[in-house]
């Protein structure tokens, strides 16, 4: 296969940015798309040119590094997908292919296609946890846990904190990756004593580093990788509105 | 002069014994009550003074640091990744091991330390091993409470299954995603000492050096992977838990950015290196489809409970799998070994995949001119238990399998081919988790500690974990409490040189200019490695490939091409210093392999095996750890024994029969 692609070139976060072309041939159908920017990379080495700069990690759609948004969808044309795992027999020969980074006012963007997405560890900071100290916890089979419930809550937890959510939503908004964690600890018996604080803590946090809120139009449902539901933000909504019905605490 | 002493003689020499001198001595099952009750305490008021530096933020890096910081110790934790929560823990599938004996079948301690020492196949210290099960118990509790997911039956207790051939059900899992969600139980009571203002995180900074004075770990060398500012860190102690080596291959399962770094670098500061060779490869991955392929992804080894492995028994016959007839079909796995057929162990299992891809008989599309694939059909288990039972059991990873490959699994067989897993040696610990640096420890896949020569599955996550939550916070705070450490700043002569080292490396290899890119020569490492130091090993190819690694390693600094500059967020720059790294482990690890004259667990010497083809030991010679240390950059390292002792399990050849 032969494609073009036009490829997001950002030197830092105060460069303005711009969409330059490229031209990649010999492209094996089996191959990945971050295997194609791979070998573009290996290419523009050579040819004294900076490769372009992108994050990946596991390359087996878990750990969340990487996403970028092919042709105006985050992580590109097929649902339940990390870039990582786009190959490139979802394309056809000749195709031209826009690649940009997750866009949003607080993803700075790093260099090209990286961008800063610390905001989600501090949102997870103001209370994304379970308060227990090592060595604190009674016997795991002291609390059983309906088996629906382990299940909801591990539906939530999937969340891979990639970002797609923001990227796609025209609000900038993270409520799905802020929803999934509310929903994924209070589910759980073990995360009901700090239901309350959690969600205002976290929410304020959300609002804090610059995400728009939610008007539930659900890009975010349609691009998460993971498939976490819209329902989750319902979830943030009811314990927001709980918490604040007990005094804000 | 026997080969033994002839390779001494060449590629390395022998030093004095070593020894674990921390395990307390008595009962085996005393031995860490004891350990704990005559280590020292620190005050609670002085740990605020105290400083930790923690490198790695996976399993056994993020439980550490949080347990330390709800201690009150300053932590300073560093991670390559965008954020902690990205360390490749997070991709481990099947589950995570504990005696809890939830399901009456007969489970204990002992059990779990018996089945850890002999799947290591006797080559791991009964101390270690046997307070690794004694804490396998805790960890379930404390990951319950912190609200990992674990699956549940309808009563809502803890579901179990089993794992890996032994005969009891003590693995907790959360669907296949065990790792990611322990991970983010740890991540997250991280996340909480941060927020506490106990640990404070350095994300995107890469550890470079370590920096040793008056012989003790002091701080290490950073670079700030986005401005590319050279950070000096000082500290009372360091931990090192920055994984595995697996990517030495360059093709492994492992992520793109898993590296050796943080370890080489100690390694070079005078900590041993304990069993390099020792490798874990899995059986059952989807194999290499091109000549660009960038990483593997393994396939949970479950399959095999119901698919059959087969090859065609012509060599170069490229008809469809479905047009080939079942009498010119070869299911060498149940014609070799009718007893346990497609169920062989791990190492007997991809050692025969390999085999028959050297014949020619490999399926699938070939890479460098030869097919490296074998079939893994599940048109039986269709035909026997109908198509949705199958889909019930197995049916999200034929999803995997189609996303990946594009072939449907229900019509094609699957194509499998073995591929780097996990790396069983590390720097060399005592049971305090110290190195021979005093004042560096090292935890979870980055020592050598636990699983001798071979891990059992869903053993991995155990170790991180024990380590993290459990063992090192104690030992930790003993050094601590034992040693009054001098202040130092990052003034002090031997920092400034260790920073200056680093500069000078990163210049270098900015202005080499060459003619070849930081990934070729990866690659090249990788082929070597996996041709003669990979499944099958002989003296011979071992003897070539630390030839040819020399030479490769020469041209690297020659001929590297890496371009832009320190100040930037520069990818190809953070990847040169790993493969520069990984070019002067590669050397050790054949060397360890060329002088283990024997076979076990997952180092395999062709020459050492029984008439069945399985791992022939010699624990007369070889029943030690080989703890290596670095004498110069190209000089001959130095080897230090630690004699194994089995005071409570008998050594015995592993069988399957």
């Known amino acids: ?249 | 002069m026997t080969i033994t002493e002839s390779t001494q003689s060449e590629y390395y020499t022998l030093g004095a014994p070593i020894a674990d001198e921390k395990a307390p001595a008595g009962p085996i099952n005393e031995r860490w009550d004891t350990r704990r009750f005559e280590a020292k305490l620190v005050n609670p008021a002085n740990r605020r003074k105290m400083s930790i530096i923690m490198v790695g933020t996976g399993l056994a890096g993020a439980s550490a640091a949080a347990t330390l910081g709800e201690a009150g110790y300053h932590v300073k934790t560093f991670c390559y990744q965008d954020s902690p929560r990205r360390a490749h823990s997070i991709a481990a599938q099947g589950g995570i091991n504990a005696a809890k004996n939830y399901r009456n079948d007969g489970d204990s301690i002992e059990r779990l330390f018996f089945d850890t020492v002999k799947g290591g196949d006797y080559r791991a210290r009964e101390s270690n091993v046997y307070r690794l099960s004694q804490v396998s118990v805790e960890i379930i509790d404390q990951c319950v409470a912190q609200g990992v997911p674990f699956a549940r039956e309808y009563g809502g207790l803890l579901d179990n299954r089993s794992f890996g051939g032994v005969q009891v059900s003590r693995t907790f899992y959360a669907r296949g995603q065990t790792g990611q969600q322990l991970l983010l139980g740890a991540y997250q009571a991280m996340e909480r000492q941060i927020d506490a203002g106990t640990v404070e995180m350095f994300s995107r900074h890469e550890m470079l050096d370590l920096i040793v004075i008056d012989g003790r770990a002091r701080g290490i060398v950073a670079r700030d992977l986005v401005t590319g500012e050279i950070q000096t860190h000082m500290a009372d102690a360091v931990v090192l838990a920055s994984g595995g080596y697996g990517n030495v291959f360059f093709l492994s399962t492992n992520a793109m950015g898993s590296n050796v770094t943080a370890t080489w670098k100690a390694h070079r500061k005078g900590a041993y290196f304990g069993n390099p060779c020792y490798t874990q490869i899995h059986p059952t991955c989807i194999p290499v489809s091109g000549a660009n392929q960038s990483k593997l992804t393994l396939m949970s080894e479950s399959l095999r409970n119901d698919g059959r492995i087969w090859v065609p028994k012509k060599a170069g016959d490229e008809r469809r799998p479905q047009d080939i007839p079942e009498d010119e079909r070869d299911y060498y796995l149940e014609r070799r070994y009718p007893a346990f057929g497609n169920l062989v162990p791990r190492d007997v299992a991809s050692r025969a995949a390999k085999a028959v891809c050297d014949e020619g008989r490999g399926v699938g599309p070939k890479v460098d001119g030869v097919a490296r694939g074998v079939y893994l059909d599940f048109a039986d288990a269709i035909a026997r238990l109908g198509r949705d039972a199958v889909e019930a059991k197995y049916g999200n990873l034929f999803d995997m399998y189609e996303q990946i490959t594009g072939e449907n699994p229900y019509e094609m067989p699957m194509r499998i081919y073995p591929a780097v897993h996990y790396t069983m040696g590390g720097l060399w610990v005592d049971y305090d988790l110290q190195s021979t640096i005093p004042g560096l420890f090292v935890t979870g896949e980055a020592n050598f500690s636990d699983h001798g020569a071979n891990r059992l599955g869903a053993s991995a996550l155990m170790q991180g974990l024990a380590d993290g939550y459990f063992v090192l916070p104690p030992t930790l705070a003993h050094y601590l409490a034992d040693n009054s450490l001098d202040p130092v700043d990052e003034n002090h002569p031997e920092a400034r040189a260790t920073k200056d080292a680093v500069v000078e490396q990163i210049d270098t290899l900015l202005s080499i200019d060459g003619e070849r890119t930081v990934d070729s020569f990866h690659r090249e490492l990788g082929e070597i490695m996996w041709e003669y130091c990979g499944m099958e090993r002989t003296a011979e190819g071992l003897t070539k490939a630390i030839g040819q690694i020399r030479a490769l390693r020469e041209e690297f600094w020659r001929n590297v091409k890496v371009p832009g500059t320190n100040n930037e967020f520069n990818q190809s720059l953070e990847r040169a210093g790993r493969v520069a790294d990984f070019l002067e482990l590669g050397e050790l690890m054949c060397i360890d392999a060329l002088h283990r004259e024997e076979s076990c667990g997952g180092h395999f010497r062709a020459e050492y095996q029984t008439e069945d083809g399985e791992a022939l030991r010699d624990d007369e010679n070889f029943a030690y750890v080989a703890a290596w240390e670095y004498t110069g950059a190209g000089a001959k390292p130095v080897l230090h024994k630690e004699d194994l002792e089995y005071e409570y399990v008998e050594m015995k050849q592993r069988s399957y029969k």
């Open chain 1, 1 to 249: 296969m032969n494609i073009t692609l036009r490829v997001w070139r950002q030197r830092d976060a105060a460069d303005k940015g711009r969409m330059v072309t490229y031209h990649v041939e010999g492209i094996s159908p089996d191959m990945s798309f971050l295997e194609v920017l791979d070998m573009l990379n290996e290419r523009l080495t050579m040819e004294g040119e900076d490769p372009i700069a992108f994050d990946s990690d596991c390359r087996e759609g878990i750990c969340g590094a990487c996403g970028l948004v092919i042709n105006g969808l985050a992580h590109g044309p097929k649902q339940m997908v990390t870039t990582c795992q786009l190959h490139m027999r979802s394309f056809n020969d000749g195709d031209v292919i826009d690649v940009e980074p997750f866009r949003a006012e607080p993803f700075t963007v790093i260099r090209d296609l990286v961008v800063d997405r610390s905001s989600f560890d501090r949102i997870i900071q103001a209370g994304g946890y379970i308060s227990v100290n090592t060595g604190a916890a009674p016997d795991a089979h002291a609390i059983p846990v309906p088996r629906e419930d382990a299940q909801d809550a591990f539906d939530a937890a999937a969340c891979i904190s990639c970002g797609a959510c923001v990227a796609a939503c025209p609000n900038g908004s993270a409520s799905l990756f802020l929803g999934a964690k509310i929903a994924h600890l209070g589910k759980l018996p073990q995360g009901q004593p700090e239901r309350h604080s959690r969600a205002l803590r976290m929410t304020a946090q959300h609002d804090h580093e610059g995400f728009g809120g939610c008007t539930q139009i659900g890009e975010c449902e349609a691009v998460c990788p993971k498939g976490i539901p819209l329902s989750v933000i319902s979830q943030t909504n009811a314990d927001v509105l709980g918490a604040l019905a007990h005094g804000g605490k």
